[in-house]
C-alpha cells in the first residue's frame, strides 16, 4: 500500500522552505487561484516520474523547468515522503534549468541508506506500476477531461492484462462506431438523418419561444391534480405505516419458525440419543459388546477341533479288530505247535520202531519221516510267522492306546478353552455365543446409524443454540403460538402492491404537474427555461467535443481487446453511481465499448448524453474510479483537480461521501479552488489542508 506522508518544498516554483502534510484517508487541499495548487501537484508528479528529458511539444520543457526553478536560483529541489508496503522512503530530486543538472536520490527514511533498484525512470512505475503517461489517465483525474480511456498502447495494454482469461471481445472499431452513434444522437448530420440531442433541444427552444405568446390558464386542473397527488401521498404513508407494522409481525412468525425448526431439530437429536444410550445399556450388548470377531472364530475353531479329535469310537473299532487278529495269531501259533508236536511224534515213534527192527511198522515209518519233517517244517514256518504276527500287533496295540490318550487330553484342553470362552460370555453352547454376538453386531448397526443420524442433524448447528431454542419454545406466550399459525405475507403483499400503485400515481402526477401544467407561468418563467435550455445546448456542445475527442483516441485503436472485467466494472460503476447520485441512480449498462445507459424507473434504459451534465459526467466519474480499482493494487493514491465543479450540491456531497468512503482503503487527495467544496470537506470531516492559510509567506 502506497501512503504519502509529506511534500517538503525546498525550493520549488513560488515555495521555499515549506512542509505540506499528507494524511490518510480523503484530504483536501484548498486554496484559491495562483495559490500553489497547480505548483504541489507539479511537484508531485515530478518527484514520482520526473521532467520529460525530450521535447515532446516545442517549448513544453523549457516552460515546466521555467515554472519550478524560482527567479534568481539555479535549480528546484525538494523531498517527497511516503511509505510503500510498510517502508518509509523518501524520494529527494533536484532539477537543473537542463537535464544534465538533475540529481535524484530514494533512500529510507530512517537509515538515509539509499534503496538499491530504484532509479529516477523507473521509481514512479515501481510505486505505481504504470508510467508517467498512464498514471495521467487512470490516478490522476483532471477536472478538463473526465473520460476514462487513454489512447497509448500502455493503456491498452494494461486493460489486455486484466482480461486475460477472456470473456468478451472489446472492438475498437465497434467503439468508434459507438461513439459515432453517440454524435449522431447529438447532433444529425442533415436533415434526412435522425435529429440528435442538440437538434431536439433546438426544436424545444423554438417551442419555447412560441410558448410565450400561448400560455392559458389550468389552475384548475392543476389543484385537482395536486389534490390526487396529497391523497396519493396520504395513502402511501398509510399502506407504509402498516406495512412496517406487519413486516415487524412477520420477521418475529419467521424468527419463531426458525426457533421452532431448531427445537425439532434438538428434540430430534435428543430422541437419537436417548435410543442410542438405551441401545448401549441393553443386557446382549453389556454381555457381548467385548466379544470379538477373533473370539468368535477362535471359539468356533476350537468346536471344529473337538469335533475333529473326538474319534473314540473309531479307536474302540481299530482296538476290537486288533484283539480280534491277535487271537487269529494266537489259534495259528497253536496249530503250528499242533503240527509240530505230530510231526515230532510221528518222527520219534519211526524212531523207536526202527530201532526195535519191527519191519511191517518199519516200513511204514521210514516212508512217513519225510511227511513228518514237512509238517515239522511247515509247524515251526507257522508258529514263527504266528510268533511274529502276534508281537507286531502288541506293539500296534500300545501305538493305539497312546494314541488314544493323546487325543482324550487335547479334546480335554479344547473343551476347557471352549468352556472359558463360553463362561466369559455367560455362554452354555456356541450356539448362545454366535446368537449373542450377531445381537451386539445388530445393536451397534443400529448404534451407529442412530450417531450418524444425530450427527446429519447437528450438521453445521450449534448445540447449544438449539437447546436454547427449545428452552425458549416452551416459554412462547399465546398470542406468538397464535402468530406461528398466521400467515400475513398476503396482507405485506397486498400493502406493498398498494404503495406501488400509490408511489406510480405519484410519479404520474408529479410528472404531470411537471411538465403539462403551467399554471401561473409567465414569460418570464419560460425565459428561465430558455435559460436552461441554453445551459443544456452548451453543454451537450461540450459532450459532442467530447464525444469527438473520444472519437480521435480510439481511431488509434486497431486491434480487438478481450475482457472479463466487464461485469466487475458494471458492479463497481453501479455502487459508486448510486454513492454519488444518493441512491438515485443505480442501473448503468455498460456495454464491451464502454458505451452507458442509464435504468429508468419504468425499466427502460437511455442513453447516458441524454441526461443531465451532472449525471452524464457522474456516470464517467464512476467508471473512472471503477477503473481505477482495477489498475495497480487498487489502493494506490488518487488525486483529483477540481472535478467536481460542474455537480450541484446534492450531487457535490455525493461525490464528496464517495471519496471518503474510498478514502477508508486508500489515500484521496482533491485538490480545489472553491470555497464551497472545502466547507463541505469540513462538515464531511475530511482533513483540510488550506494553501491560503497555511502558506501565506510562502505563495
Known amino acids: 500500500m502506497i501512503q504519502l506522508t509529506k511534500a517538503t518544498l525546498t525550493t520549488f516554483g513560488k515555495f521555499k522552505n515549506k512542509t505540506i502534510p499528507f494524511n490518510q484517508g480523503f484530504q483536501i487541499i484548498y486554496g484559491g487561484n495562483e495559490a500553489g495548487k497547480s505548483t504541489l501537484q507539479l511537484f508531485i508528479r515530478a518527484m514520482l516520474y520526473g521532467l520529460p528529458n525530450q521535447r515532446k511539444t516545442a517549448g513544453l520543457l523549457l516552460r515546466d523547468r521555467e515554472r519550478i526553478i524560482p527567479w534568481g536560483e539555479k535549480y528546484a529541489e525538494g523531498v517527497l515522503s511516503l511509505t510503500a508496503d510498510g517502508k518509509s522512503i523518501e524520494i529527494y530530486r533536484r532539477f537543473g534549468k537542463t537535464p544534465a543538472g538533475d540529481k535524484m536520490e530514494i533512500r529510507d527514511a530512517g537509515t538515509g541508506e539509499p534503496i538499491p533498484g530504484y532509479q529516477s525512470e523507473t521509481v514512479g512505475e515501481l510505486l505505481f506500476g504504470v508510467s508517467a503517461e498512464l498514471f495521467e489517465k487512470t490516478f490522476w483525474f483532471r477536472q478538463d477531461s473526465v473520460f476514462p480511456i487513454g489512447t497509448d498502447e500502455e493503456l491498452s495494454q494494461k486493460l489486455r492484462n486484466l482480461q486475460e482469461s477472456g470473456e468478451e471481445d472489446i472492438s475498437a472499431q465497434d467503439t468508434l462506431d459507438s461513439l459515432k452513434q453517440q454524435k449522431k444522437a447529438l447532433r444529425a448530420k442533415d436533415k434526412r438523418e435522425t435529429p440528435g440531442l442538440l437538434d431536439i433541444l433546438f426544436k424545444k427552444k423554438d417551442e419555447k419561444l412560441q410558448e410565450k405568446y400561448q400560455l392559458e390558464s389550468e389552475w384548475t386542473e392543476r389543484k385537482n391534480a395536486e389534490t390526487t397527488l ?177 487325543v482324550v487330553l487335547q479334546v480335554s484342553a479344547y473343551k476347557k478353552e471352549l468352556g472359558g470362552i463360553l463362561t466369559a460370555f455367560g455362554c452354555e453352547t456356541l450356539e448362545e455365543l454366535q446368537n449373542g454376538f450377531s445381537s451386539a453386531r445388530t445393536i451397534r448397526i443400529q448404534m451407529e446409524s442412530y450417531r450418524t443420524a444425530y450427527q446429519k442433524i447437528l450438521e453445521d448447528e450449534n448445540p447449544d443454540e438449539l437447546r436454547q431454542c427449545a428452552r425458549e419454545l416452551e416459554s412462547v406466550t399465546p398470542e406468538e403460538k397464535e402468530l406461528l399459525k398466521t400467515d400475513i405475507s398476503g396482507e405485506i403483499q397486498k400493502l406493498r402492491s398498494v ?64 475482457t472479463e472485467f466487464a461485469p466487475k466494472v458494471n458492479e463497481k460503476v453501479n455502487a459508486f453511481l448510486k454513492s454519488l447520485s444518493a441512491g438515485k441512480y443505480g442501473d448503468v449498462r455498460i456495454s464491451d465499448s464502454f458505451r452507458m445507459r442509464l435504468g429508468m424507473p419504468g425499466g427502460e434504459t437511455a442513453e447516458a448524453e441524454y441526461f443531465s451534465r451532472g449525471t452524464y459526467e457522474q456516470m464517467y466519474l464512476a467508471l473512472r474510479l471503477s477503473l481505477c480499482e482495477f489498475s495497480g493494487n487498487g489502493d494506490e493514491p488518487m488525486f483529483l483537480d477540481d472535478v467536481l465543479t460542474s455537480f450541484d450540491d446534492t450531487r457535490t456531497e455525493g461525490a464528496m461521501q464517495v471519496l471518503k468512503q474510498l478514502g477508508e482503503c486508500r489515500q484521496m487527495i482533491l485538490f480545489t479552488c472553491h470555497r464551497w467544496v472545502r466547507d463541505l470537506g469540513n462538515t464531511l470531516s475530511a482533513e483540510i489542508y488550506d494553501l491560503e492559510e497555511e502558506l501565506t509567506d510562502g505563495c
Open 499 to 562: 404503495c406501488v400503485q400509490a408511489v406510480s400515481e405519484m410519479k404520474e402526477l408529479e410528472g404531470k404537474l411537471s411538465y403539462e401544467f403551467h399554471g401561473g407561468k409567465t414569460p418570464a418563467n419560460v425565459d428561465m427555461e430558455l435559460a436552461l435550455l441554453e445551459e443544456e445546448i452548451a453543454e451537450a456542445n461540450r459532450r459532442l467535443s467530447a464525444l469527438e475527442l473520444a472519437e480521435s483516441v480510439f481511431a488509434s485503436v486497431c486491434e480487438k481487446r478481450k
Open 230 to 406: 396529497e391523497n396519493a401521498k396520504k395513502r402511501l404513508a398509510d399502506a407504509n405505516g402498516k406495512l412496517e407494522t406487519l413486516q415487524k409481525l412477520e420477521e418475529t412468525r419467521q424468527r419463531l419458525q426458525s426457533g421452532q425448526a431448531k427445537a425439532t431439530k434438538w428434540k430430534e437429536a435428543e430422541r437419537l440419543r436417548a435410543f442410542t444410550e438405551e441401545l448401549q445399556q441393553s443386557k446382549p450388548f453389556l454381555t457381548f459388546s467385548s466379544l470379538t470377531e477373533e473370539t468368535l472364530e477362535k471359539a468356533e475353531s476350537l468346536k471344529r477341533k473337538i469335533e475333529t479329535l473326538d474319534r473314540s469310537q473309531q479307536i474302540g473299532y481299530d482296538k476290537e479288530e486288533l484283539h480280534t487278529q491277535m487271537r487269529v495269531q494266537r489259534k495259528r501259533k497253536k496249530a503250528a505247535t499242533v503240527l509240530m508236536l505230530l510231526g515230532g511224534i510221528v518222527m520219534i515213534s519211526a524212531l523207536i520202531l526202527g530201532v526195535m527192527r519191527v519191519s511191517f511198522w518199519k516200513e511204514i515209518l521210514l516212508d512217513s519221516i519225510p511227511v513228518c519233517v514237512f509238517f515239522l517244517g511247515l509247524g515251526l514256518y507257522f508258529f514263527r510267522q504266528g510268533e511274529k504276527g502276534y508281537r507286531d500287533l502288541l506293539q500296534k496295540e500300545e501305538r493305539v492306546i497312546a494314541m488314544e490318550t493323546d
